[in-house]
T-cell receptor, first 114, second 117 residues
Framework: AQSVTQPDIHITVSEGASLELRCNYSYGATPYLFWYVQSPGQGLQLLLKYFSGDTLVQGIKGFEAEFKRSQSSFNLRKPSVHWSDAAEYFCAVARTGGGNKLTFGTGTQLKVEL | DTEVTQTPKHLVMGMTNKKSLKCEQHMGHRAMYWYKQKAKKPPELMFVYSYEKLSINESVPSRFSPECPNSSLLNLHLHALQPEDSALYLC????????????????FGEGSRLTVL
């Protein structure tokens, strides 16, 4: 069965600092990989997605993620964090050929200090 | 702005009440979903409709009854709920099967926050 691990429950960064959120997945083949963001009291918004091709993918709001097959990782990065980036971030995986069933990680709560 | 609209945004109900949550999308998506999200937890899949047919039921108690009247609408009927059912209920949509699209690329509404007294 597929699974997703986000090892960091909480992360605090200063505004303007760089950010990296970790995500590791377990799946037999190359899955579809996603990062979603959820602001307080809101639904989830897709930041970026990956299935194949260039292993560095660009998303919205200045985020990027890098797929590393050898490490089974799909870490999210941003060079300079803004206070509005404070939110919950979920990494997710979908099986190839498995319909649209997503498996979410437990999430990382990002706090931005001004 | 979200293209998936959920109503109501907040709902308080007693354990004997019957209420419904509604979801609407106009993106032409043929797959629609209900998720339940407790505080500080990831969303948990409840139901998936594909081409207006129920394709996944994640062993959800019968006090939750989904309905997909047409390709744009999704309802969740609630009856005899328990306080532990209090949560944020999220609706989502995506392309399905023959529509192509990116599996797992879901478009979420802002959710309906349900409190059961």
């Amino acid at each position: 069965a597929q699974s997703v691990t986000q090892p960091d429950i909480h992360i605090t960064v200063s505004e303007g600092a760089s950010l990296e959120l970790r995500c590791n997945y377990s799946y037999g083949a190359t899955p579809y990989l996603f990062w979603y963001v959820q602001s307080p009291g809101q639904g989830l918004q897709l930041l970026l997605k990956y299935f194949s091709g260039d292993t560095l993918v660009q998303g919205i709001k200045g985020f990027e993620a890098e797929f590393k097959r050898s490490q089974s990782s799909f870490n999210l990065r941003k060079p300079s964090v803004h206070w509005s980036d404070a939110a919950e971030y979920f990494c997710a995986v979908a099986r190839t050929g498995g319909g649209n069933k997503l498996t979410f990680g437990t999430g990382t709560q990002l706090k931005v200090e001004l | 702005d979200t293209e998936v609209t959920q109503t109501p945004k907040h709902l308080v109900m007693g354990m004997t009440n019957k209420k419904s949550l509604k979801c609407e999308q106009h993106m032409g998506h043929r797959a629609m979903y209900w998720y339940k999200q407790k505080a500080k937890k990831p969303p948990e899949l409840m139901f998936v409709y594909s081409y207006e047919k129920l394709s996944i039921n994640e062993s959800v108690p019968s006090r939750f009854s989904p309905e997909c009247p047409n390709s744009s609408l999704l309802n969740l009927h609630l009856h005899a709920l328990q306080p532990e059912d209090s949560a944020l209920y999220l609706c989502a949509s995506s392309g399905a099967g023959r529509q192509g699209g990116f599996p797992g690329e879901l478009f979420f509404g802002e959710g309906s926050r349900l409190t059961v007294l």
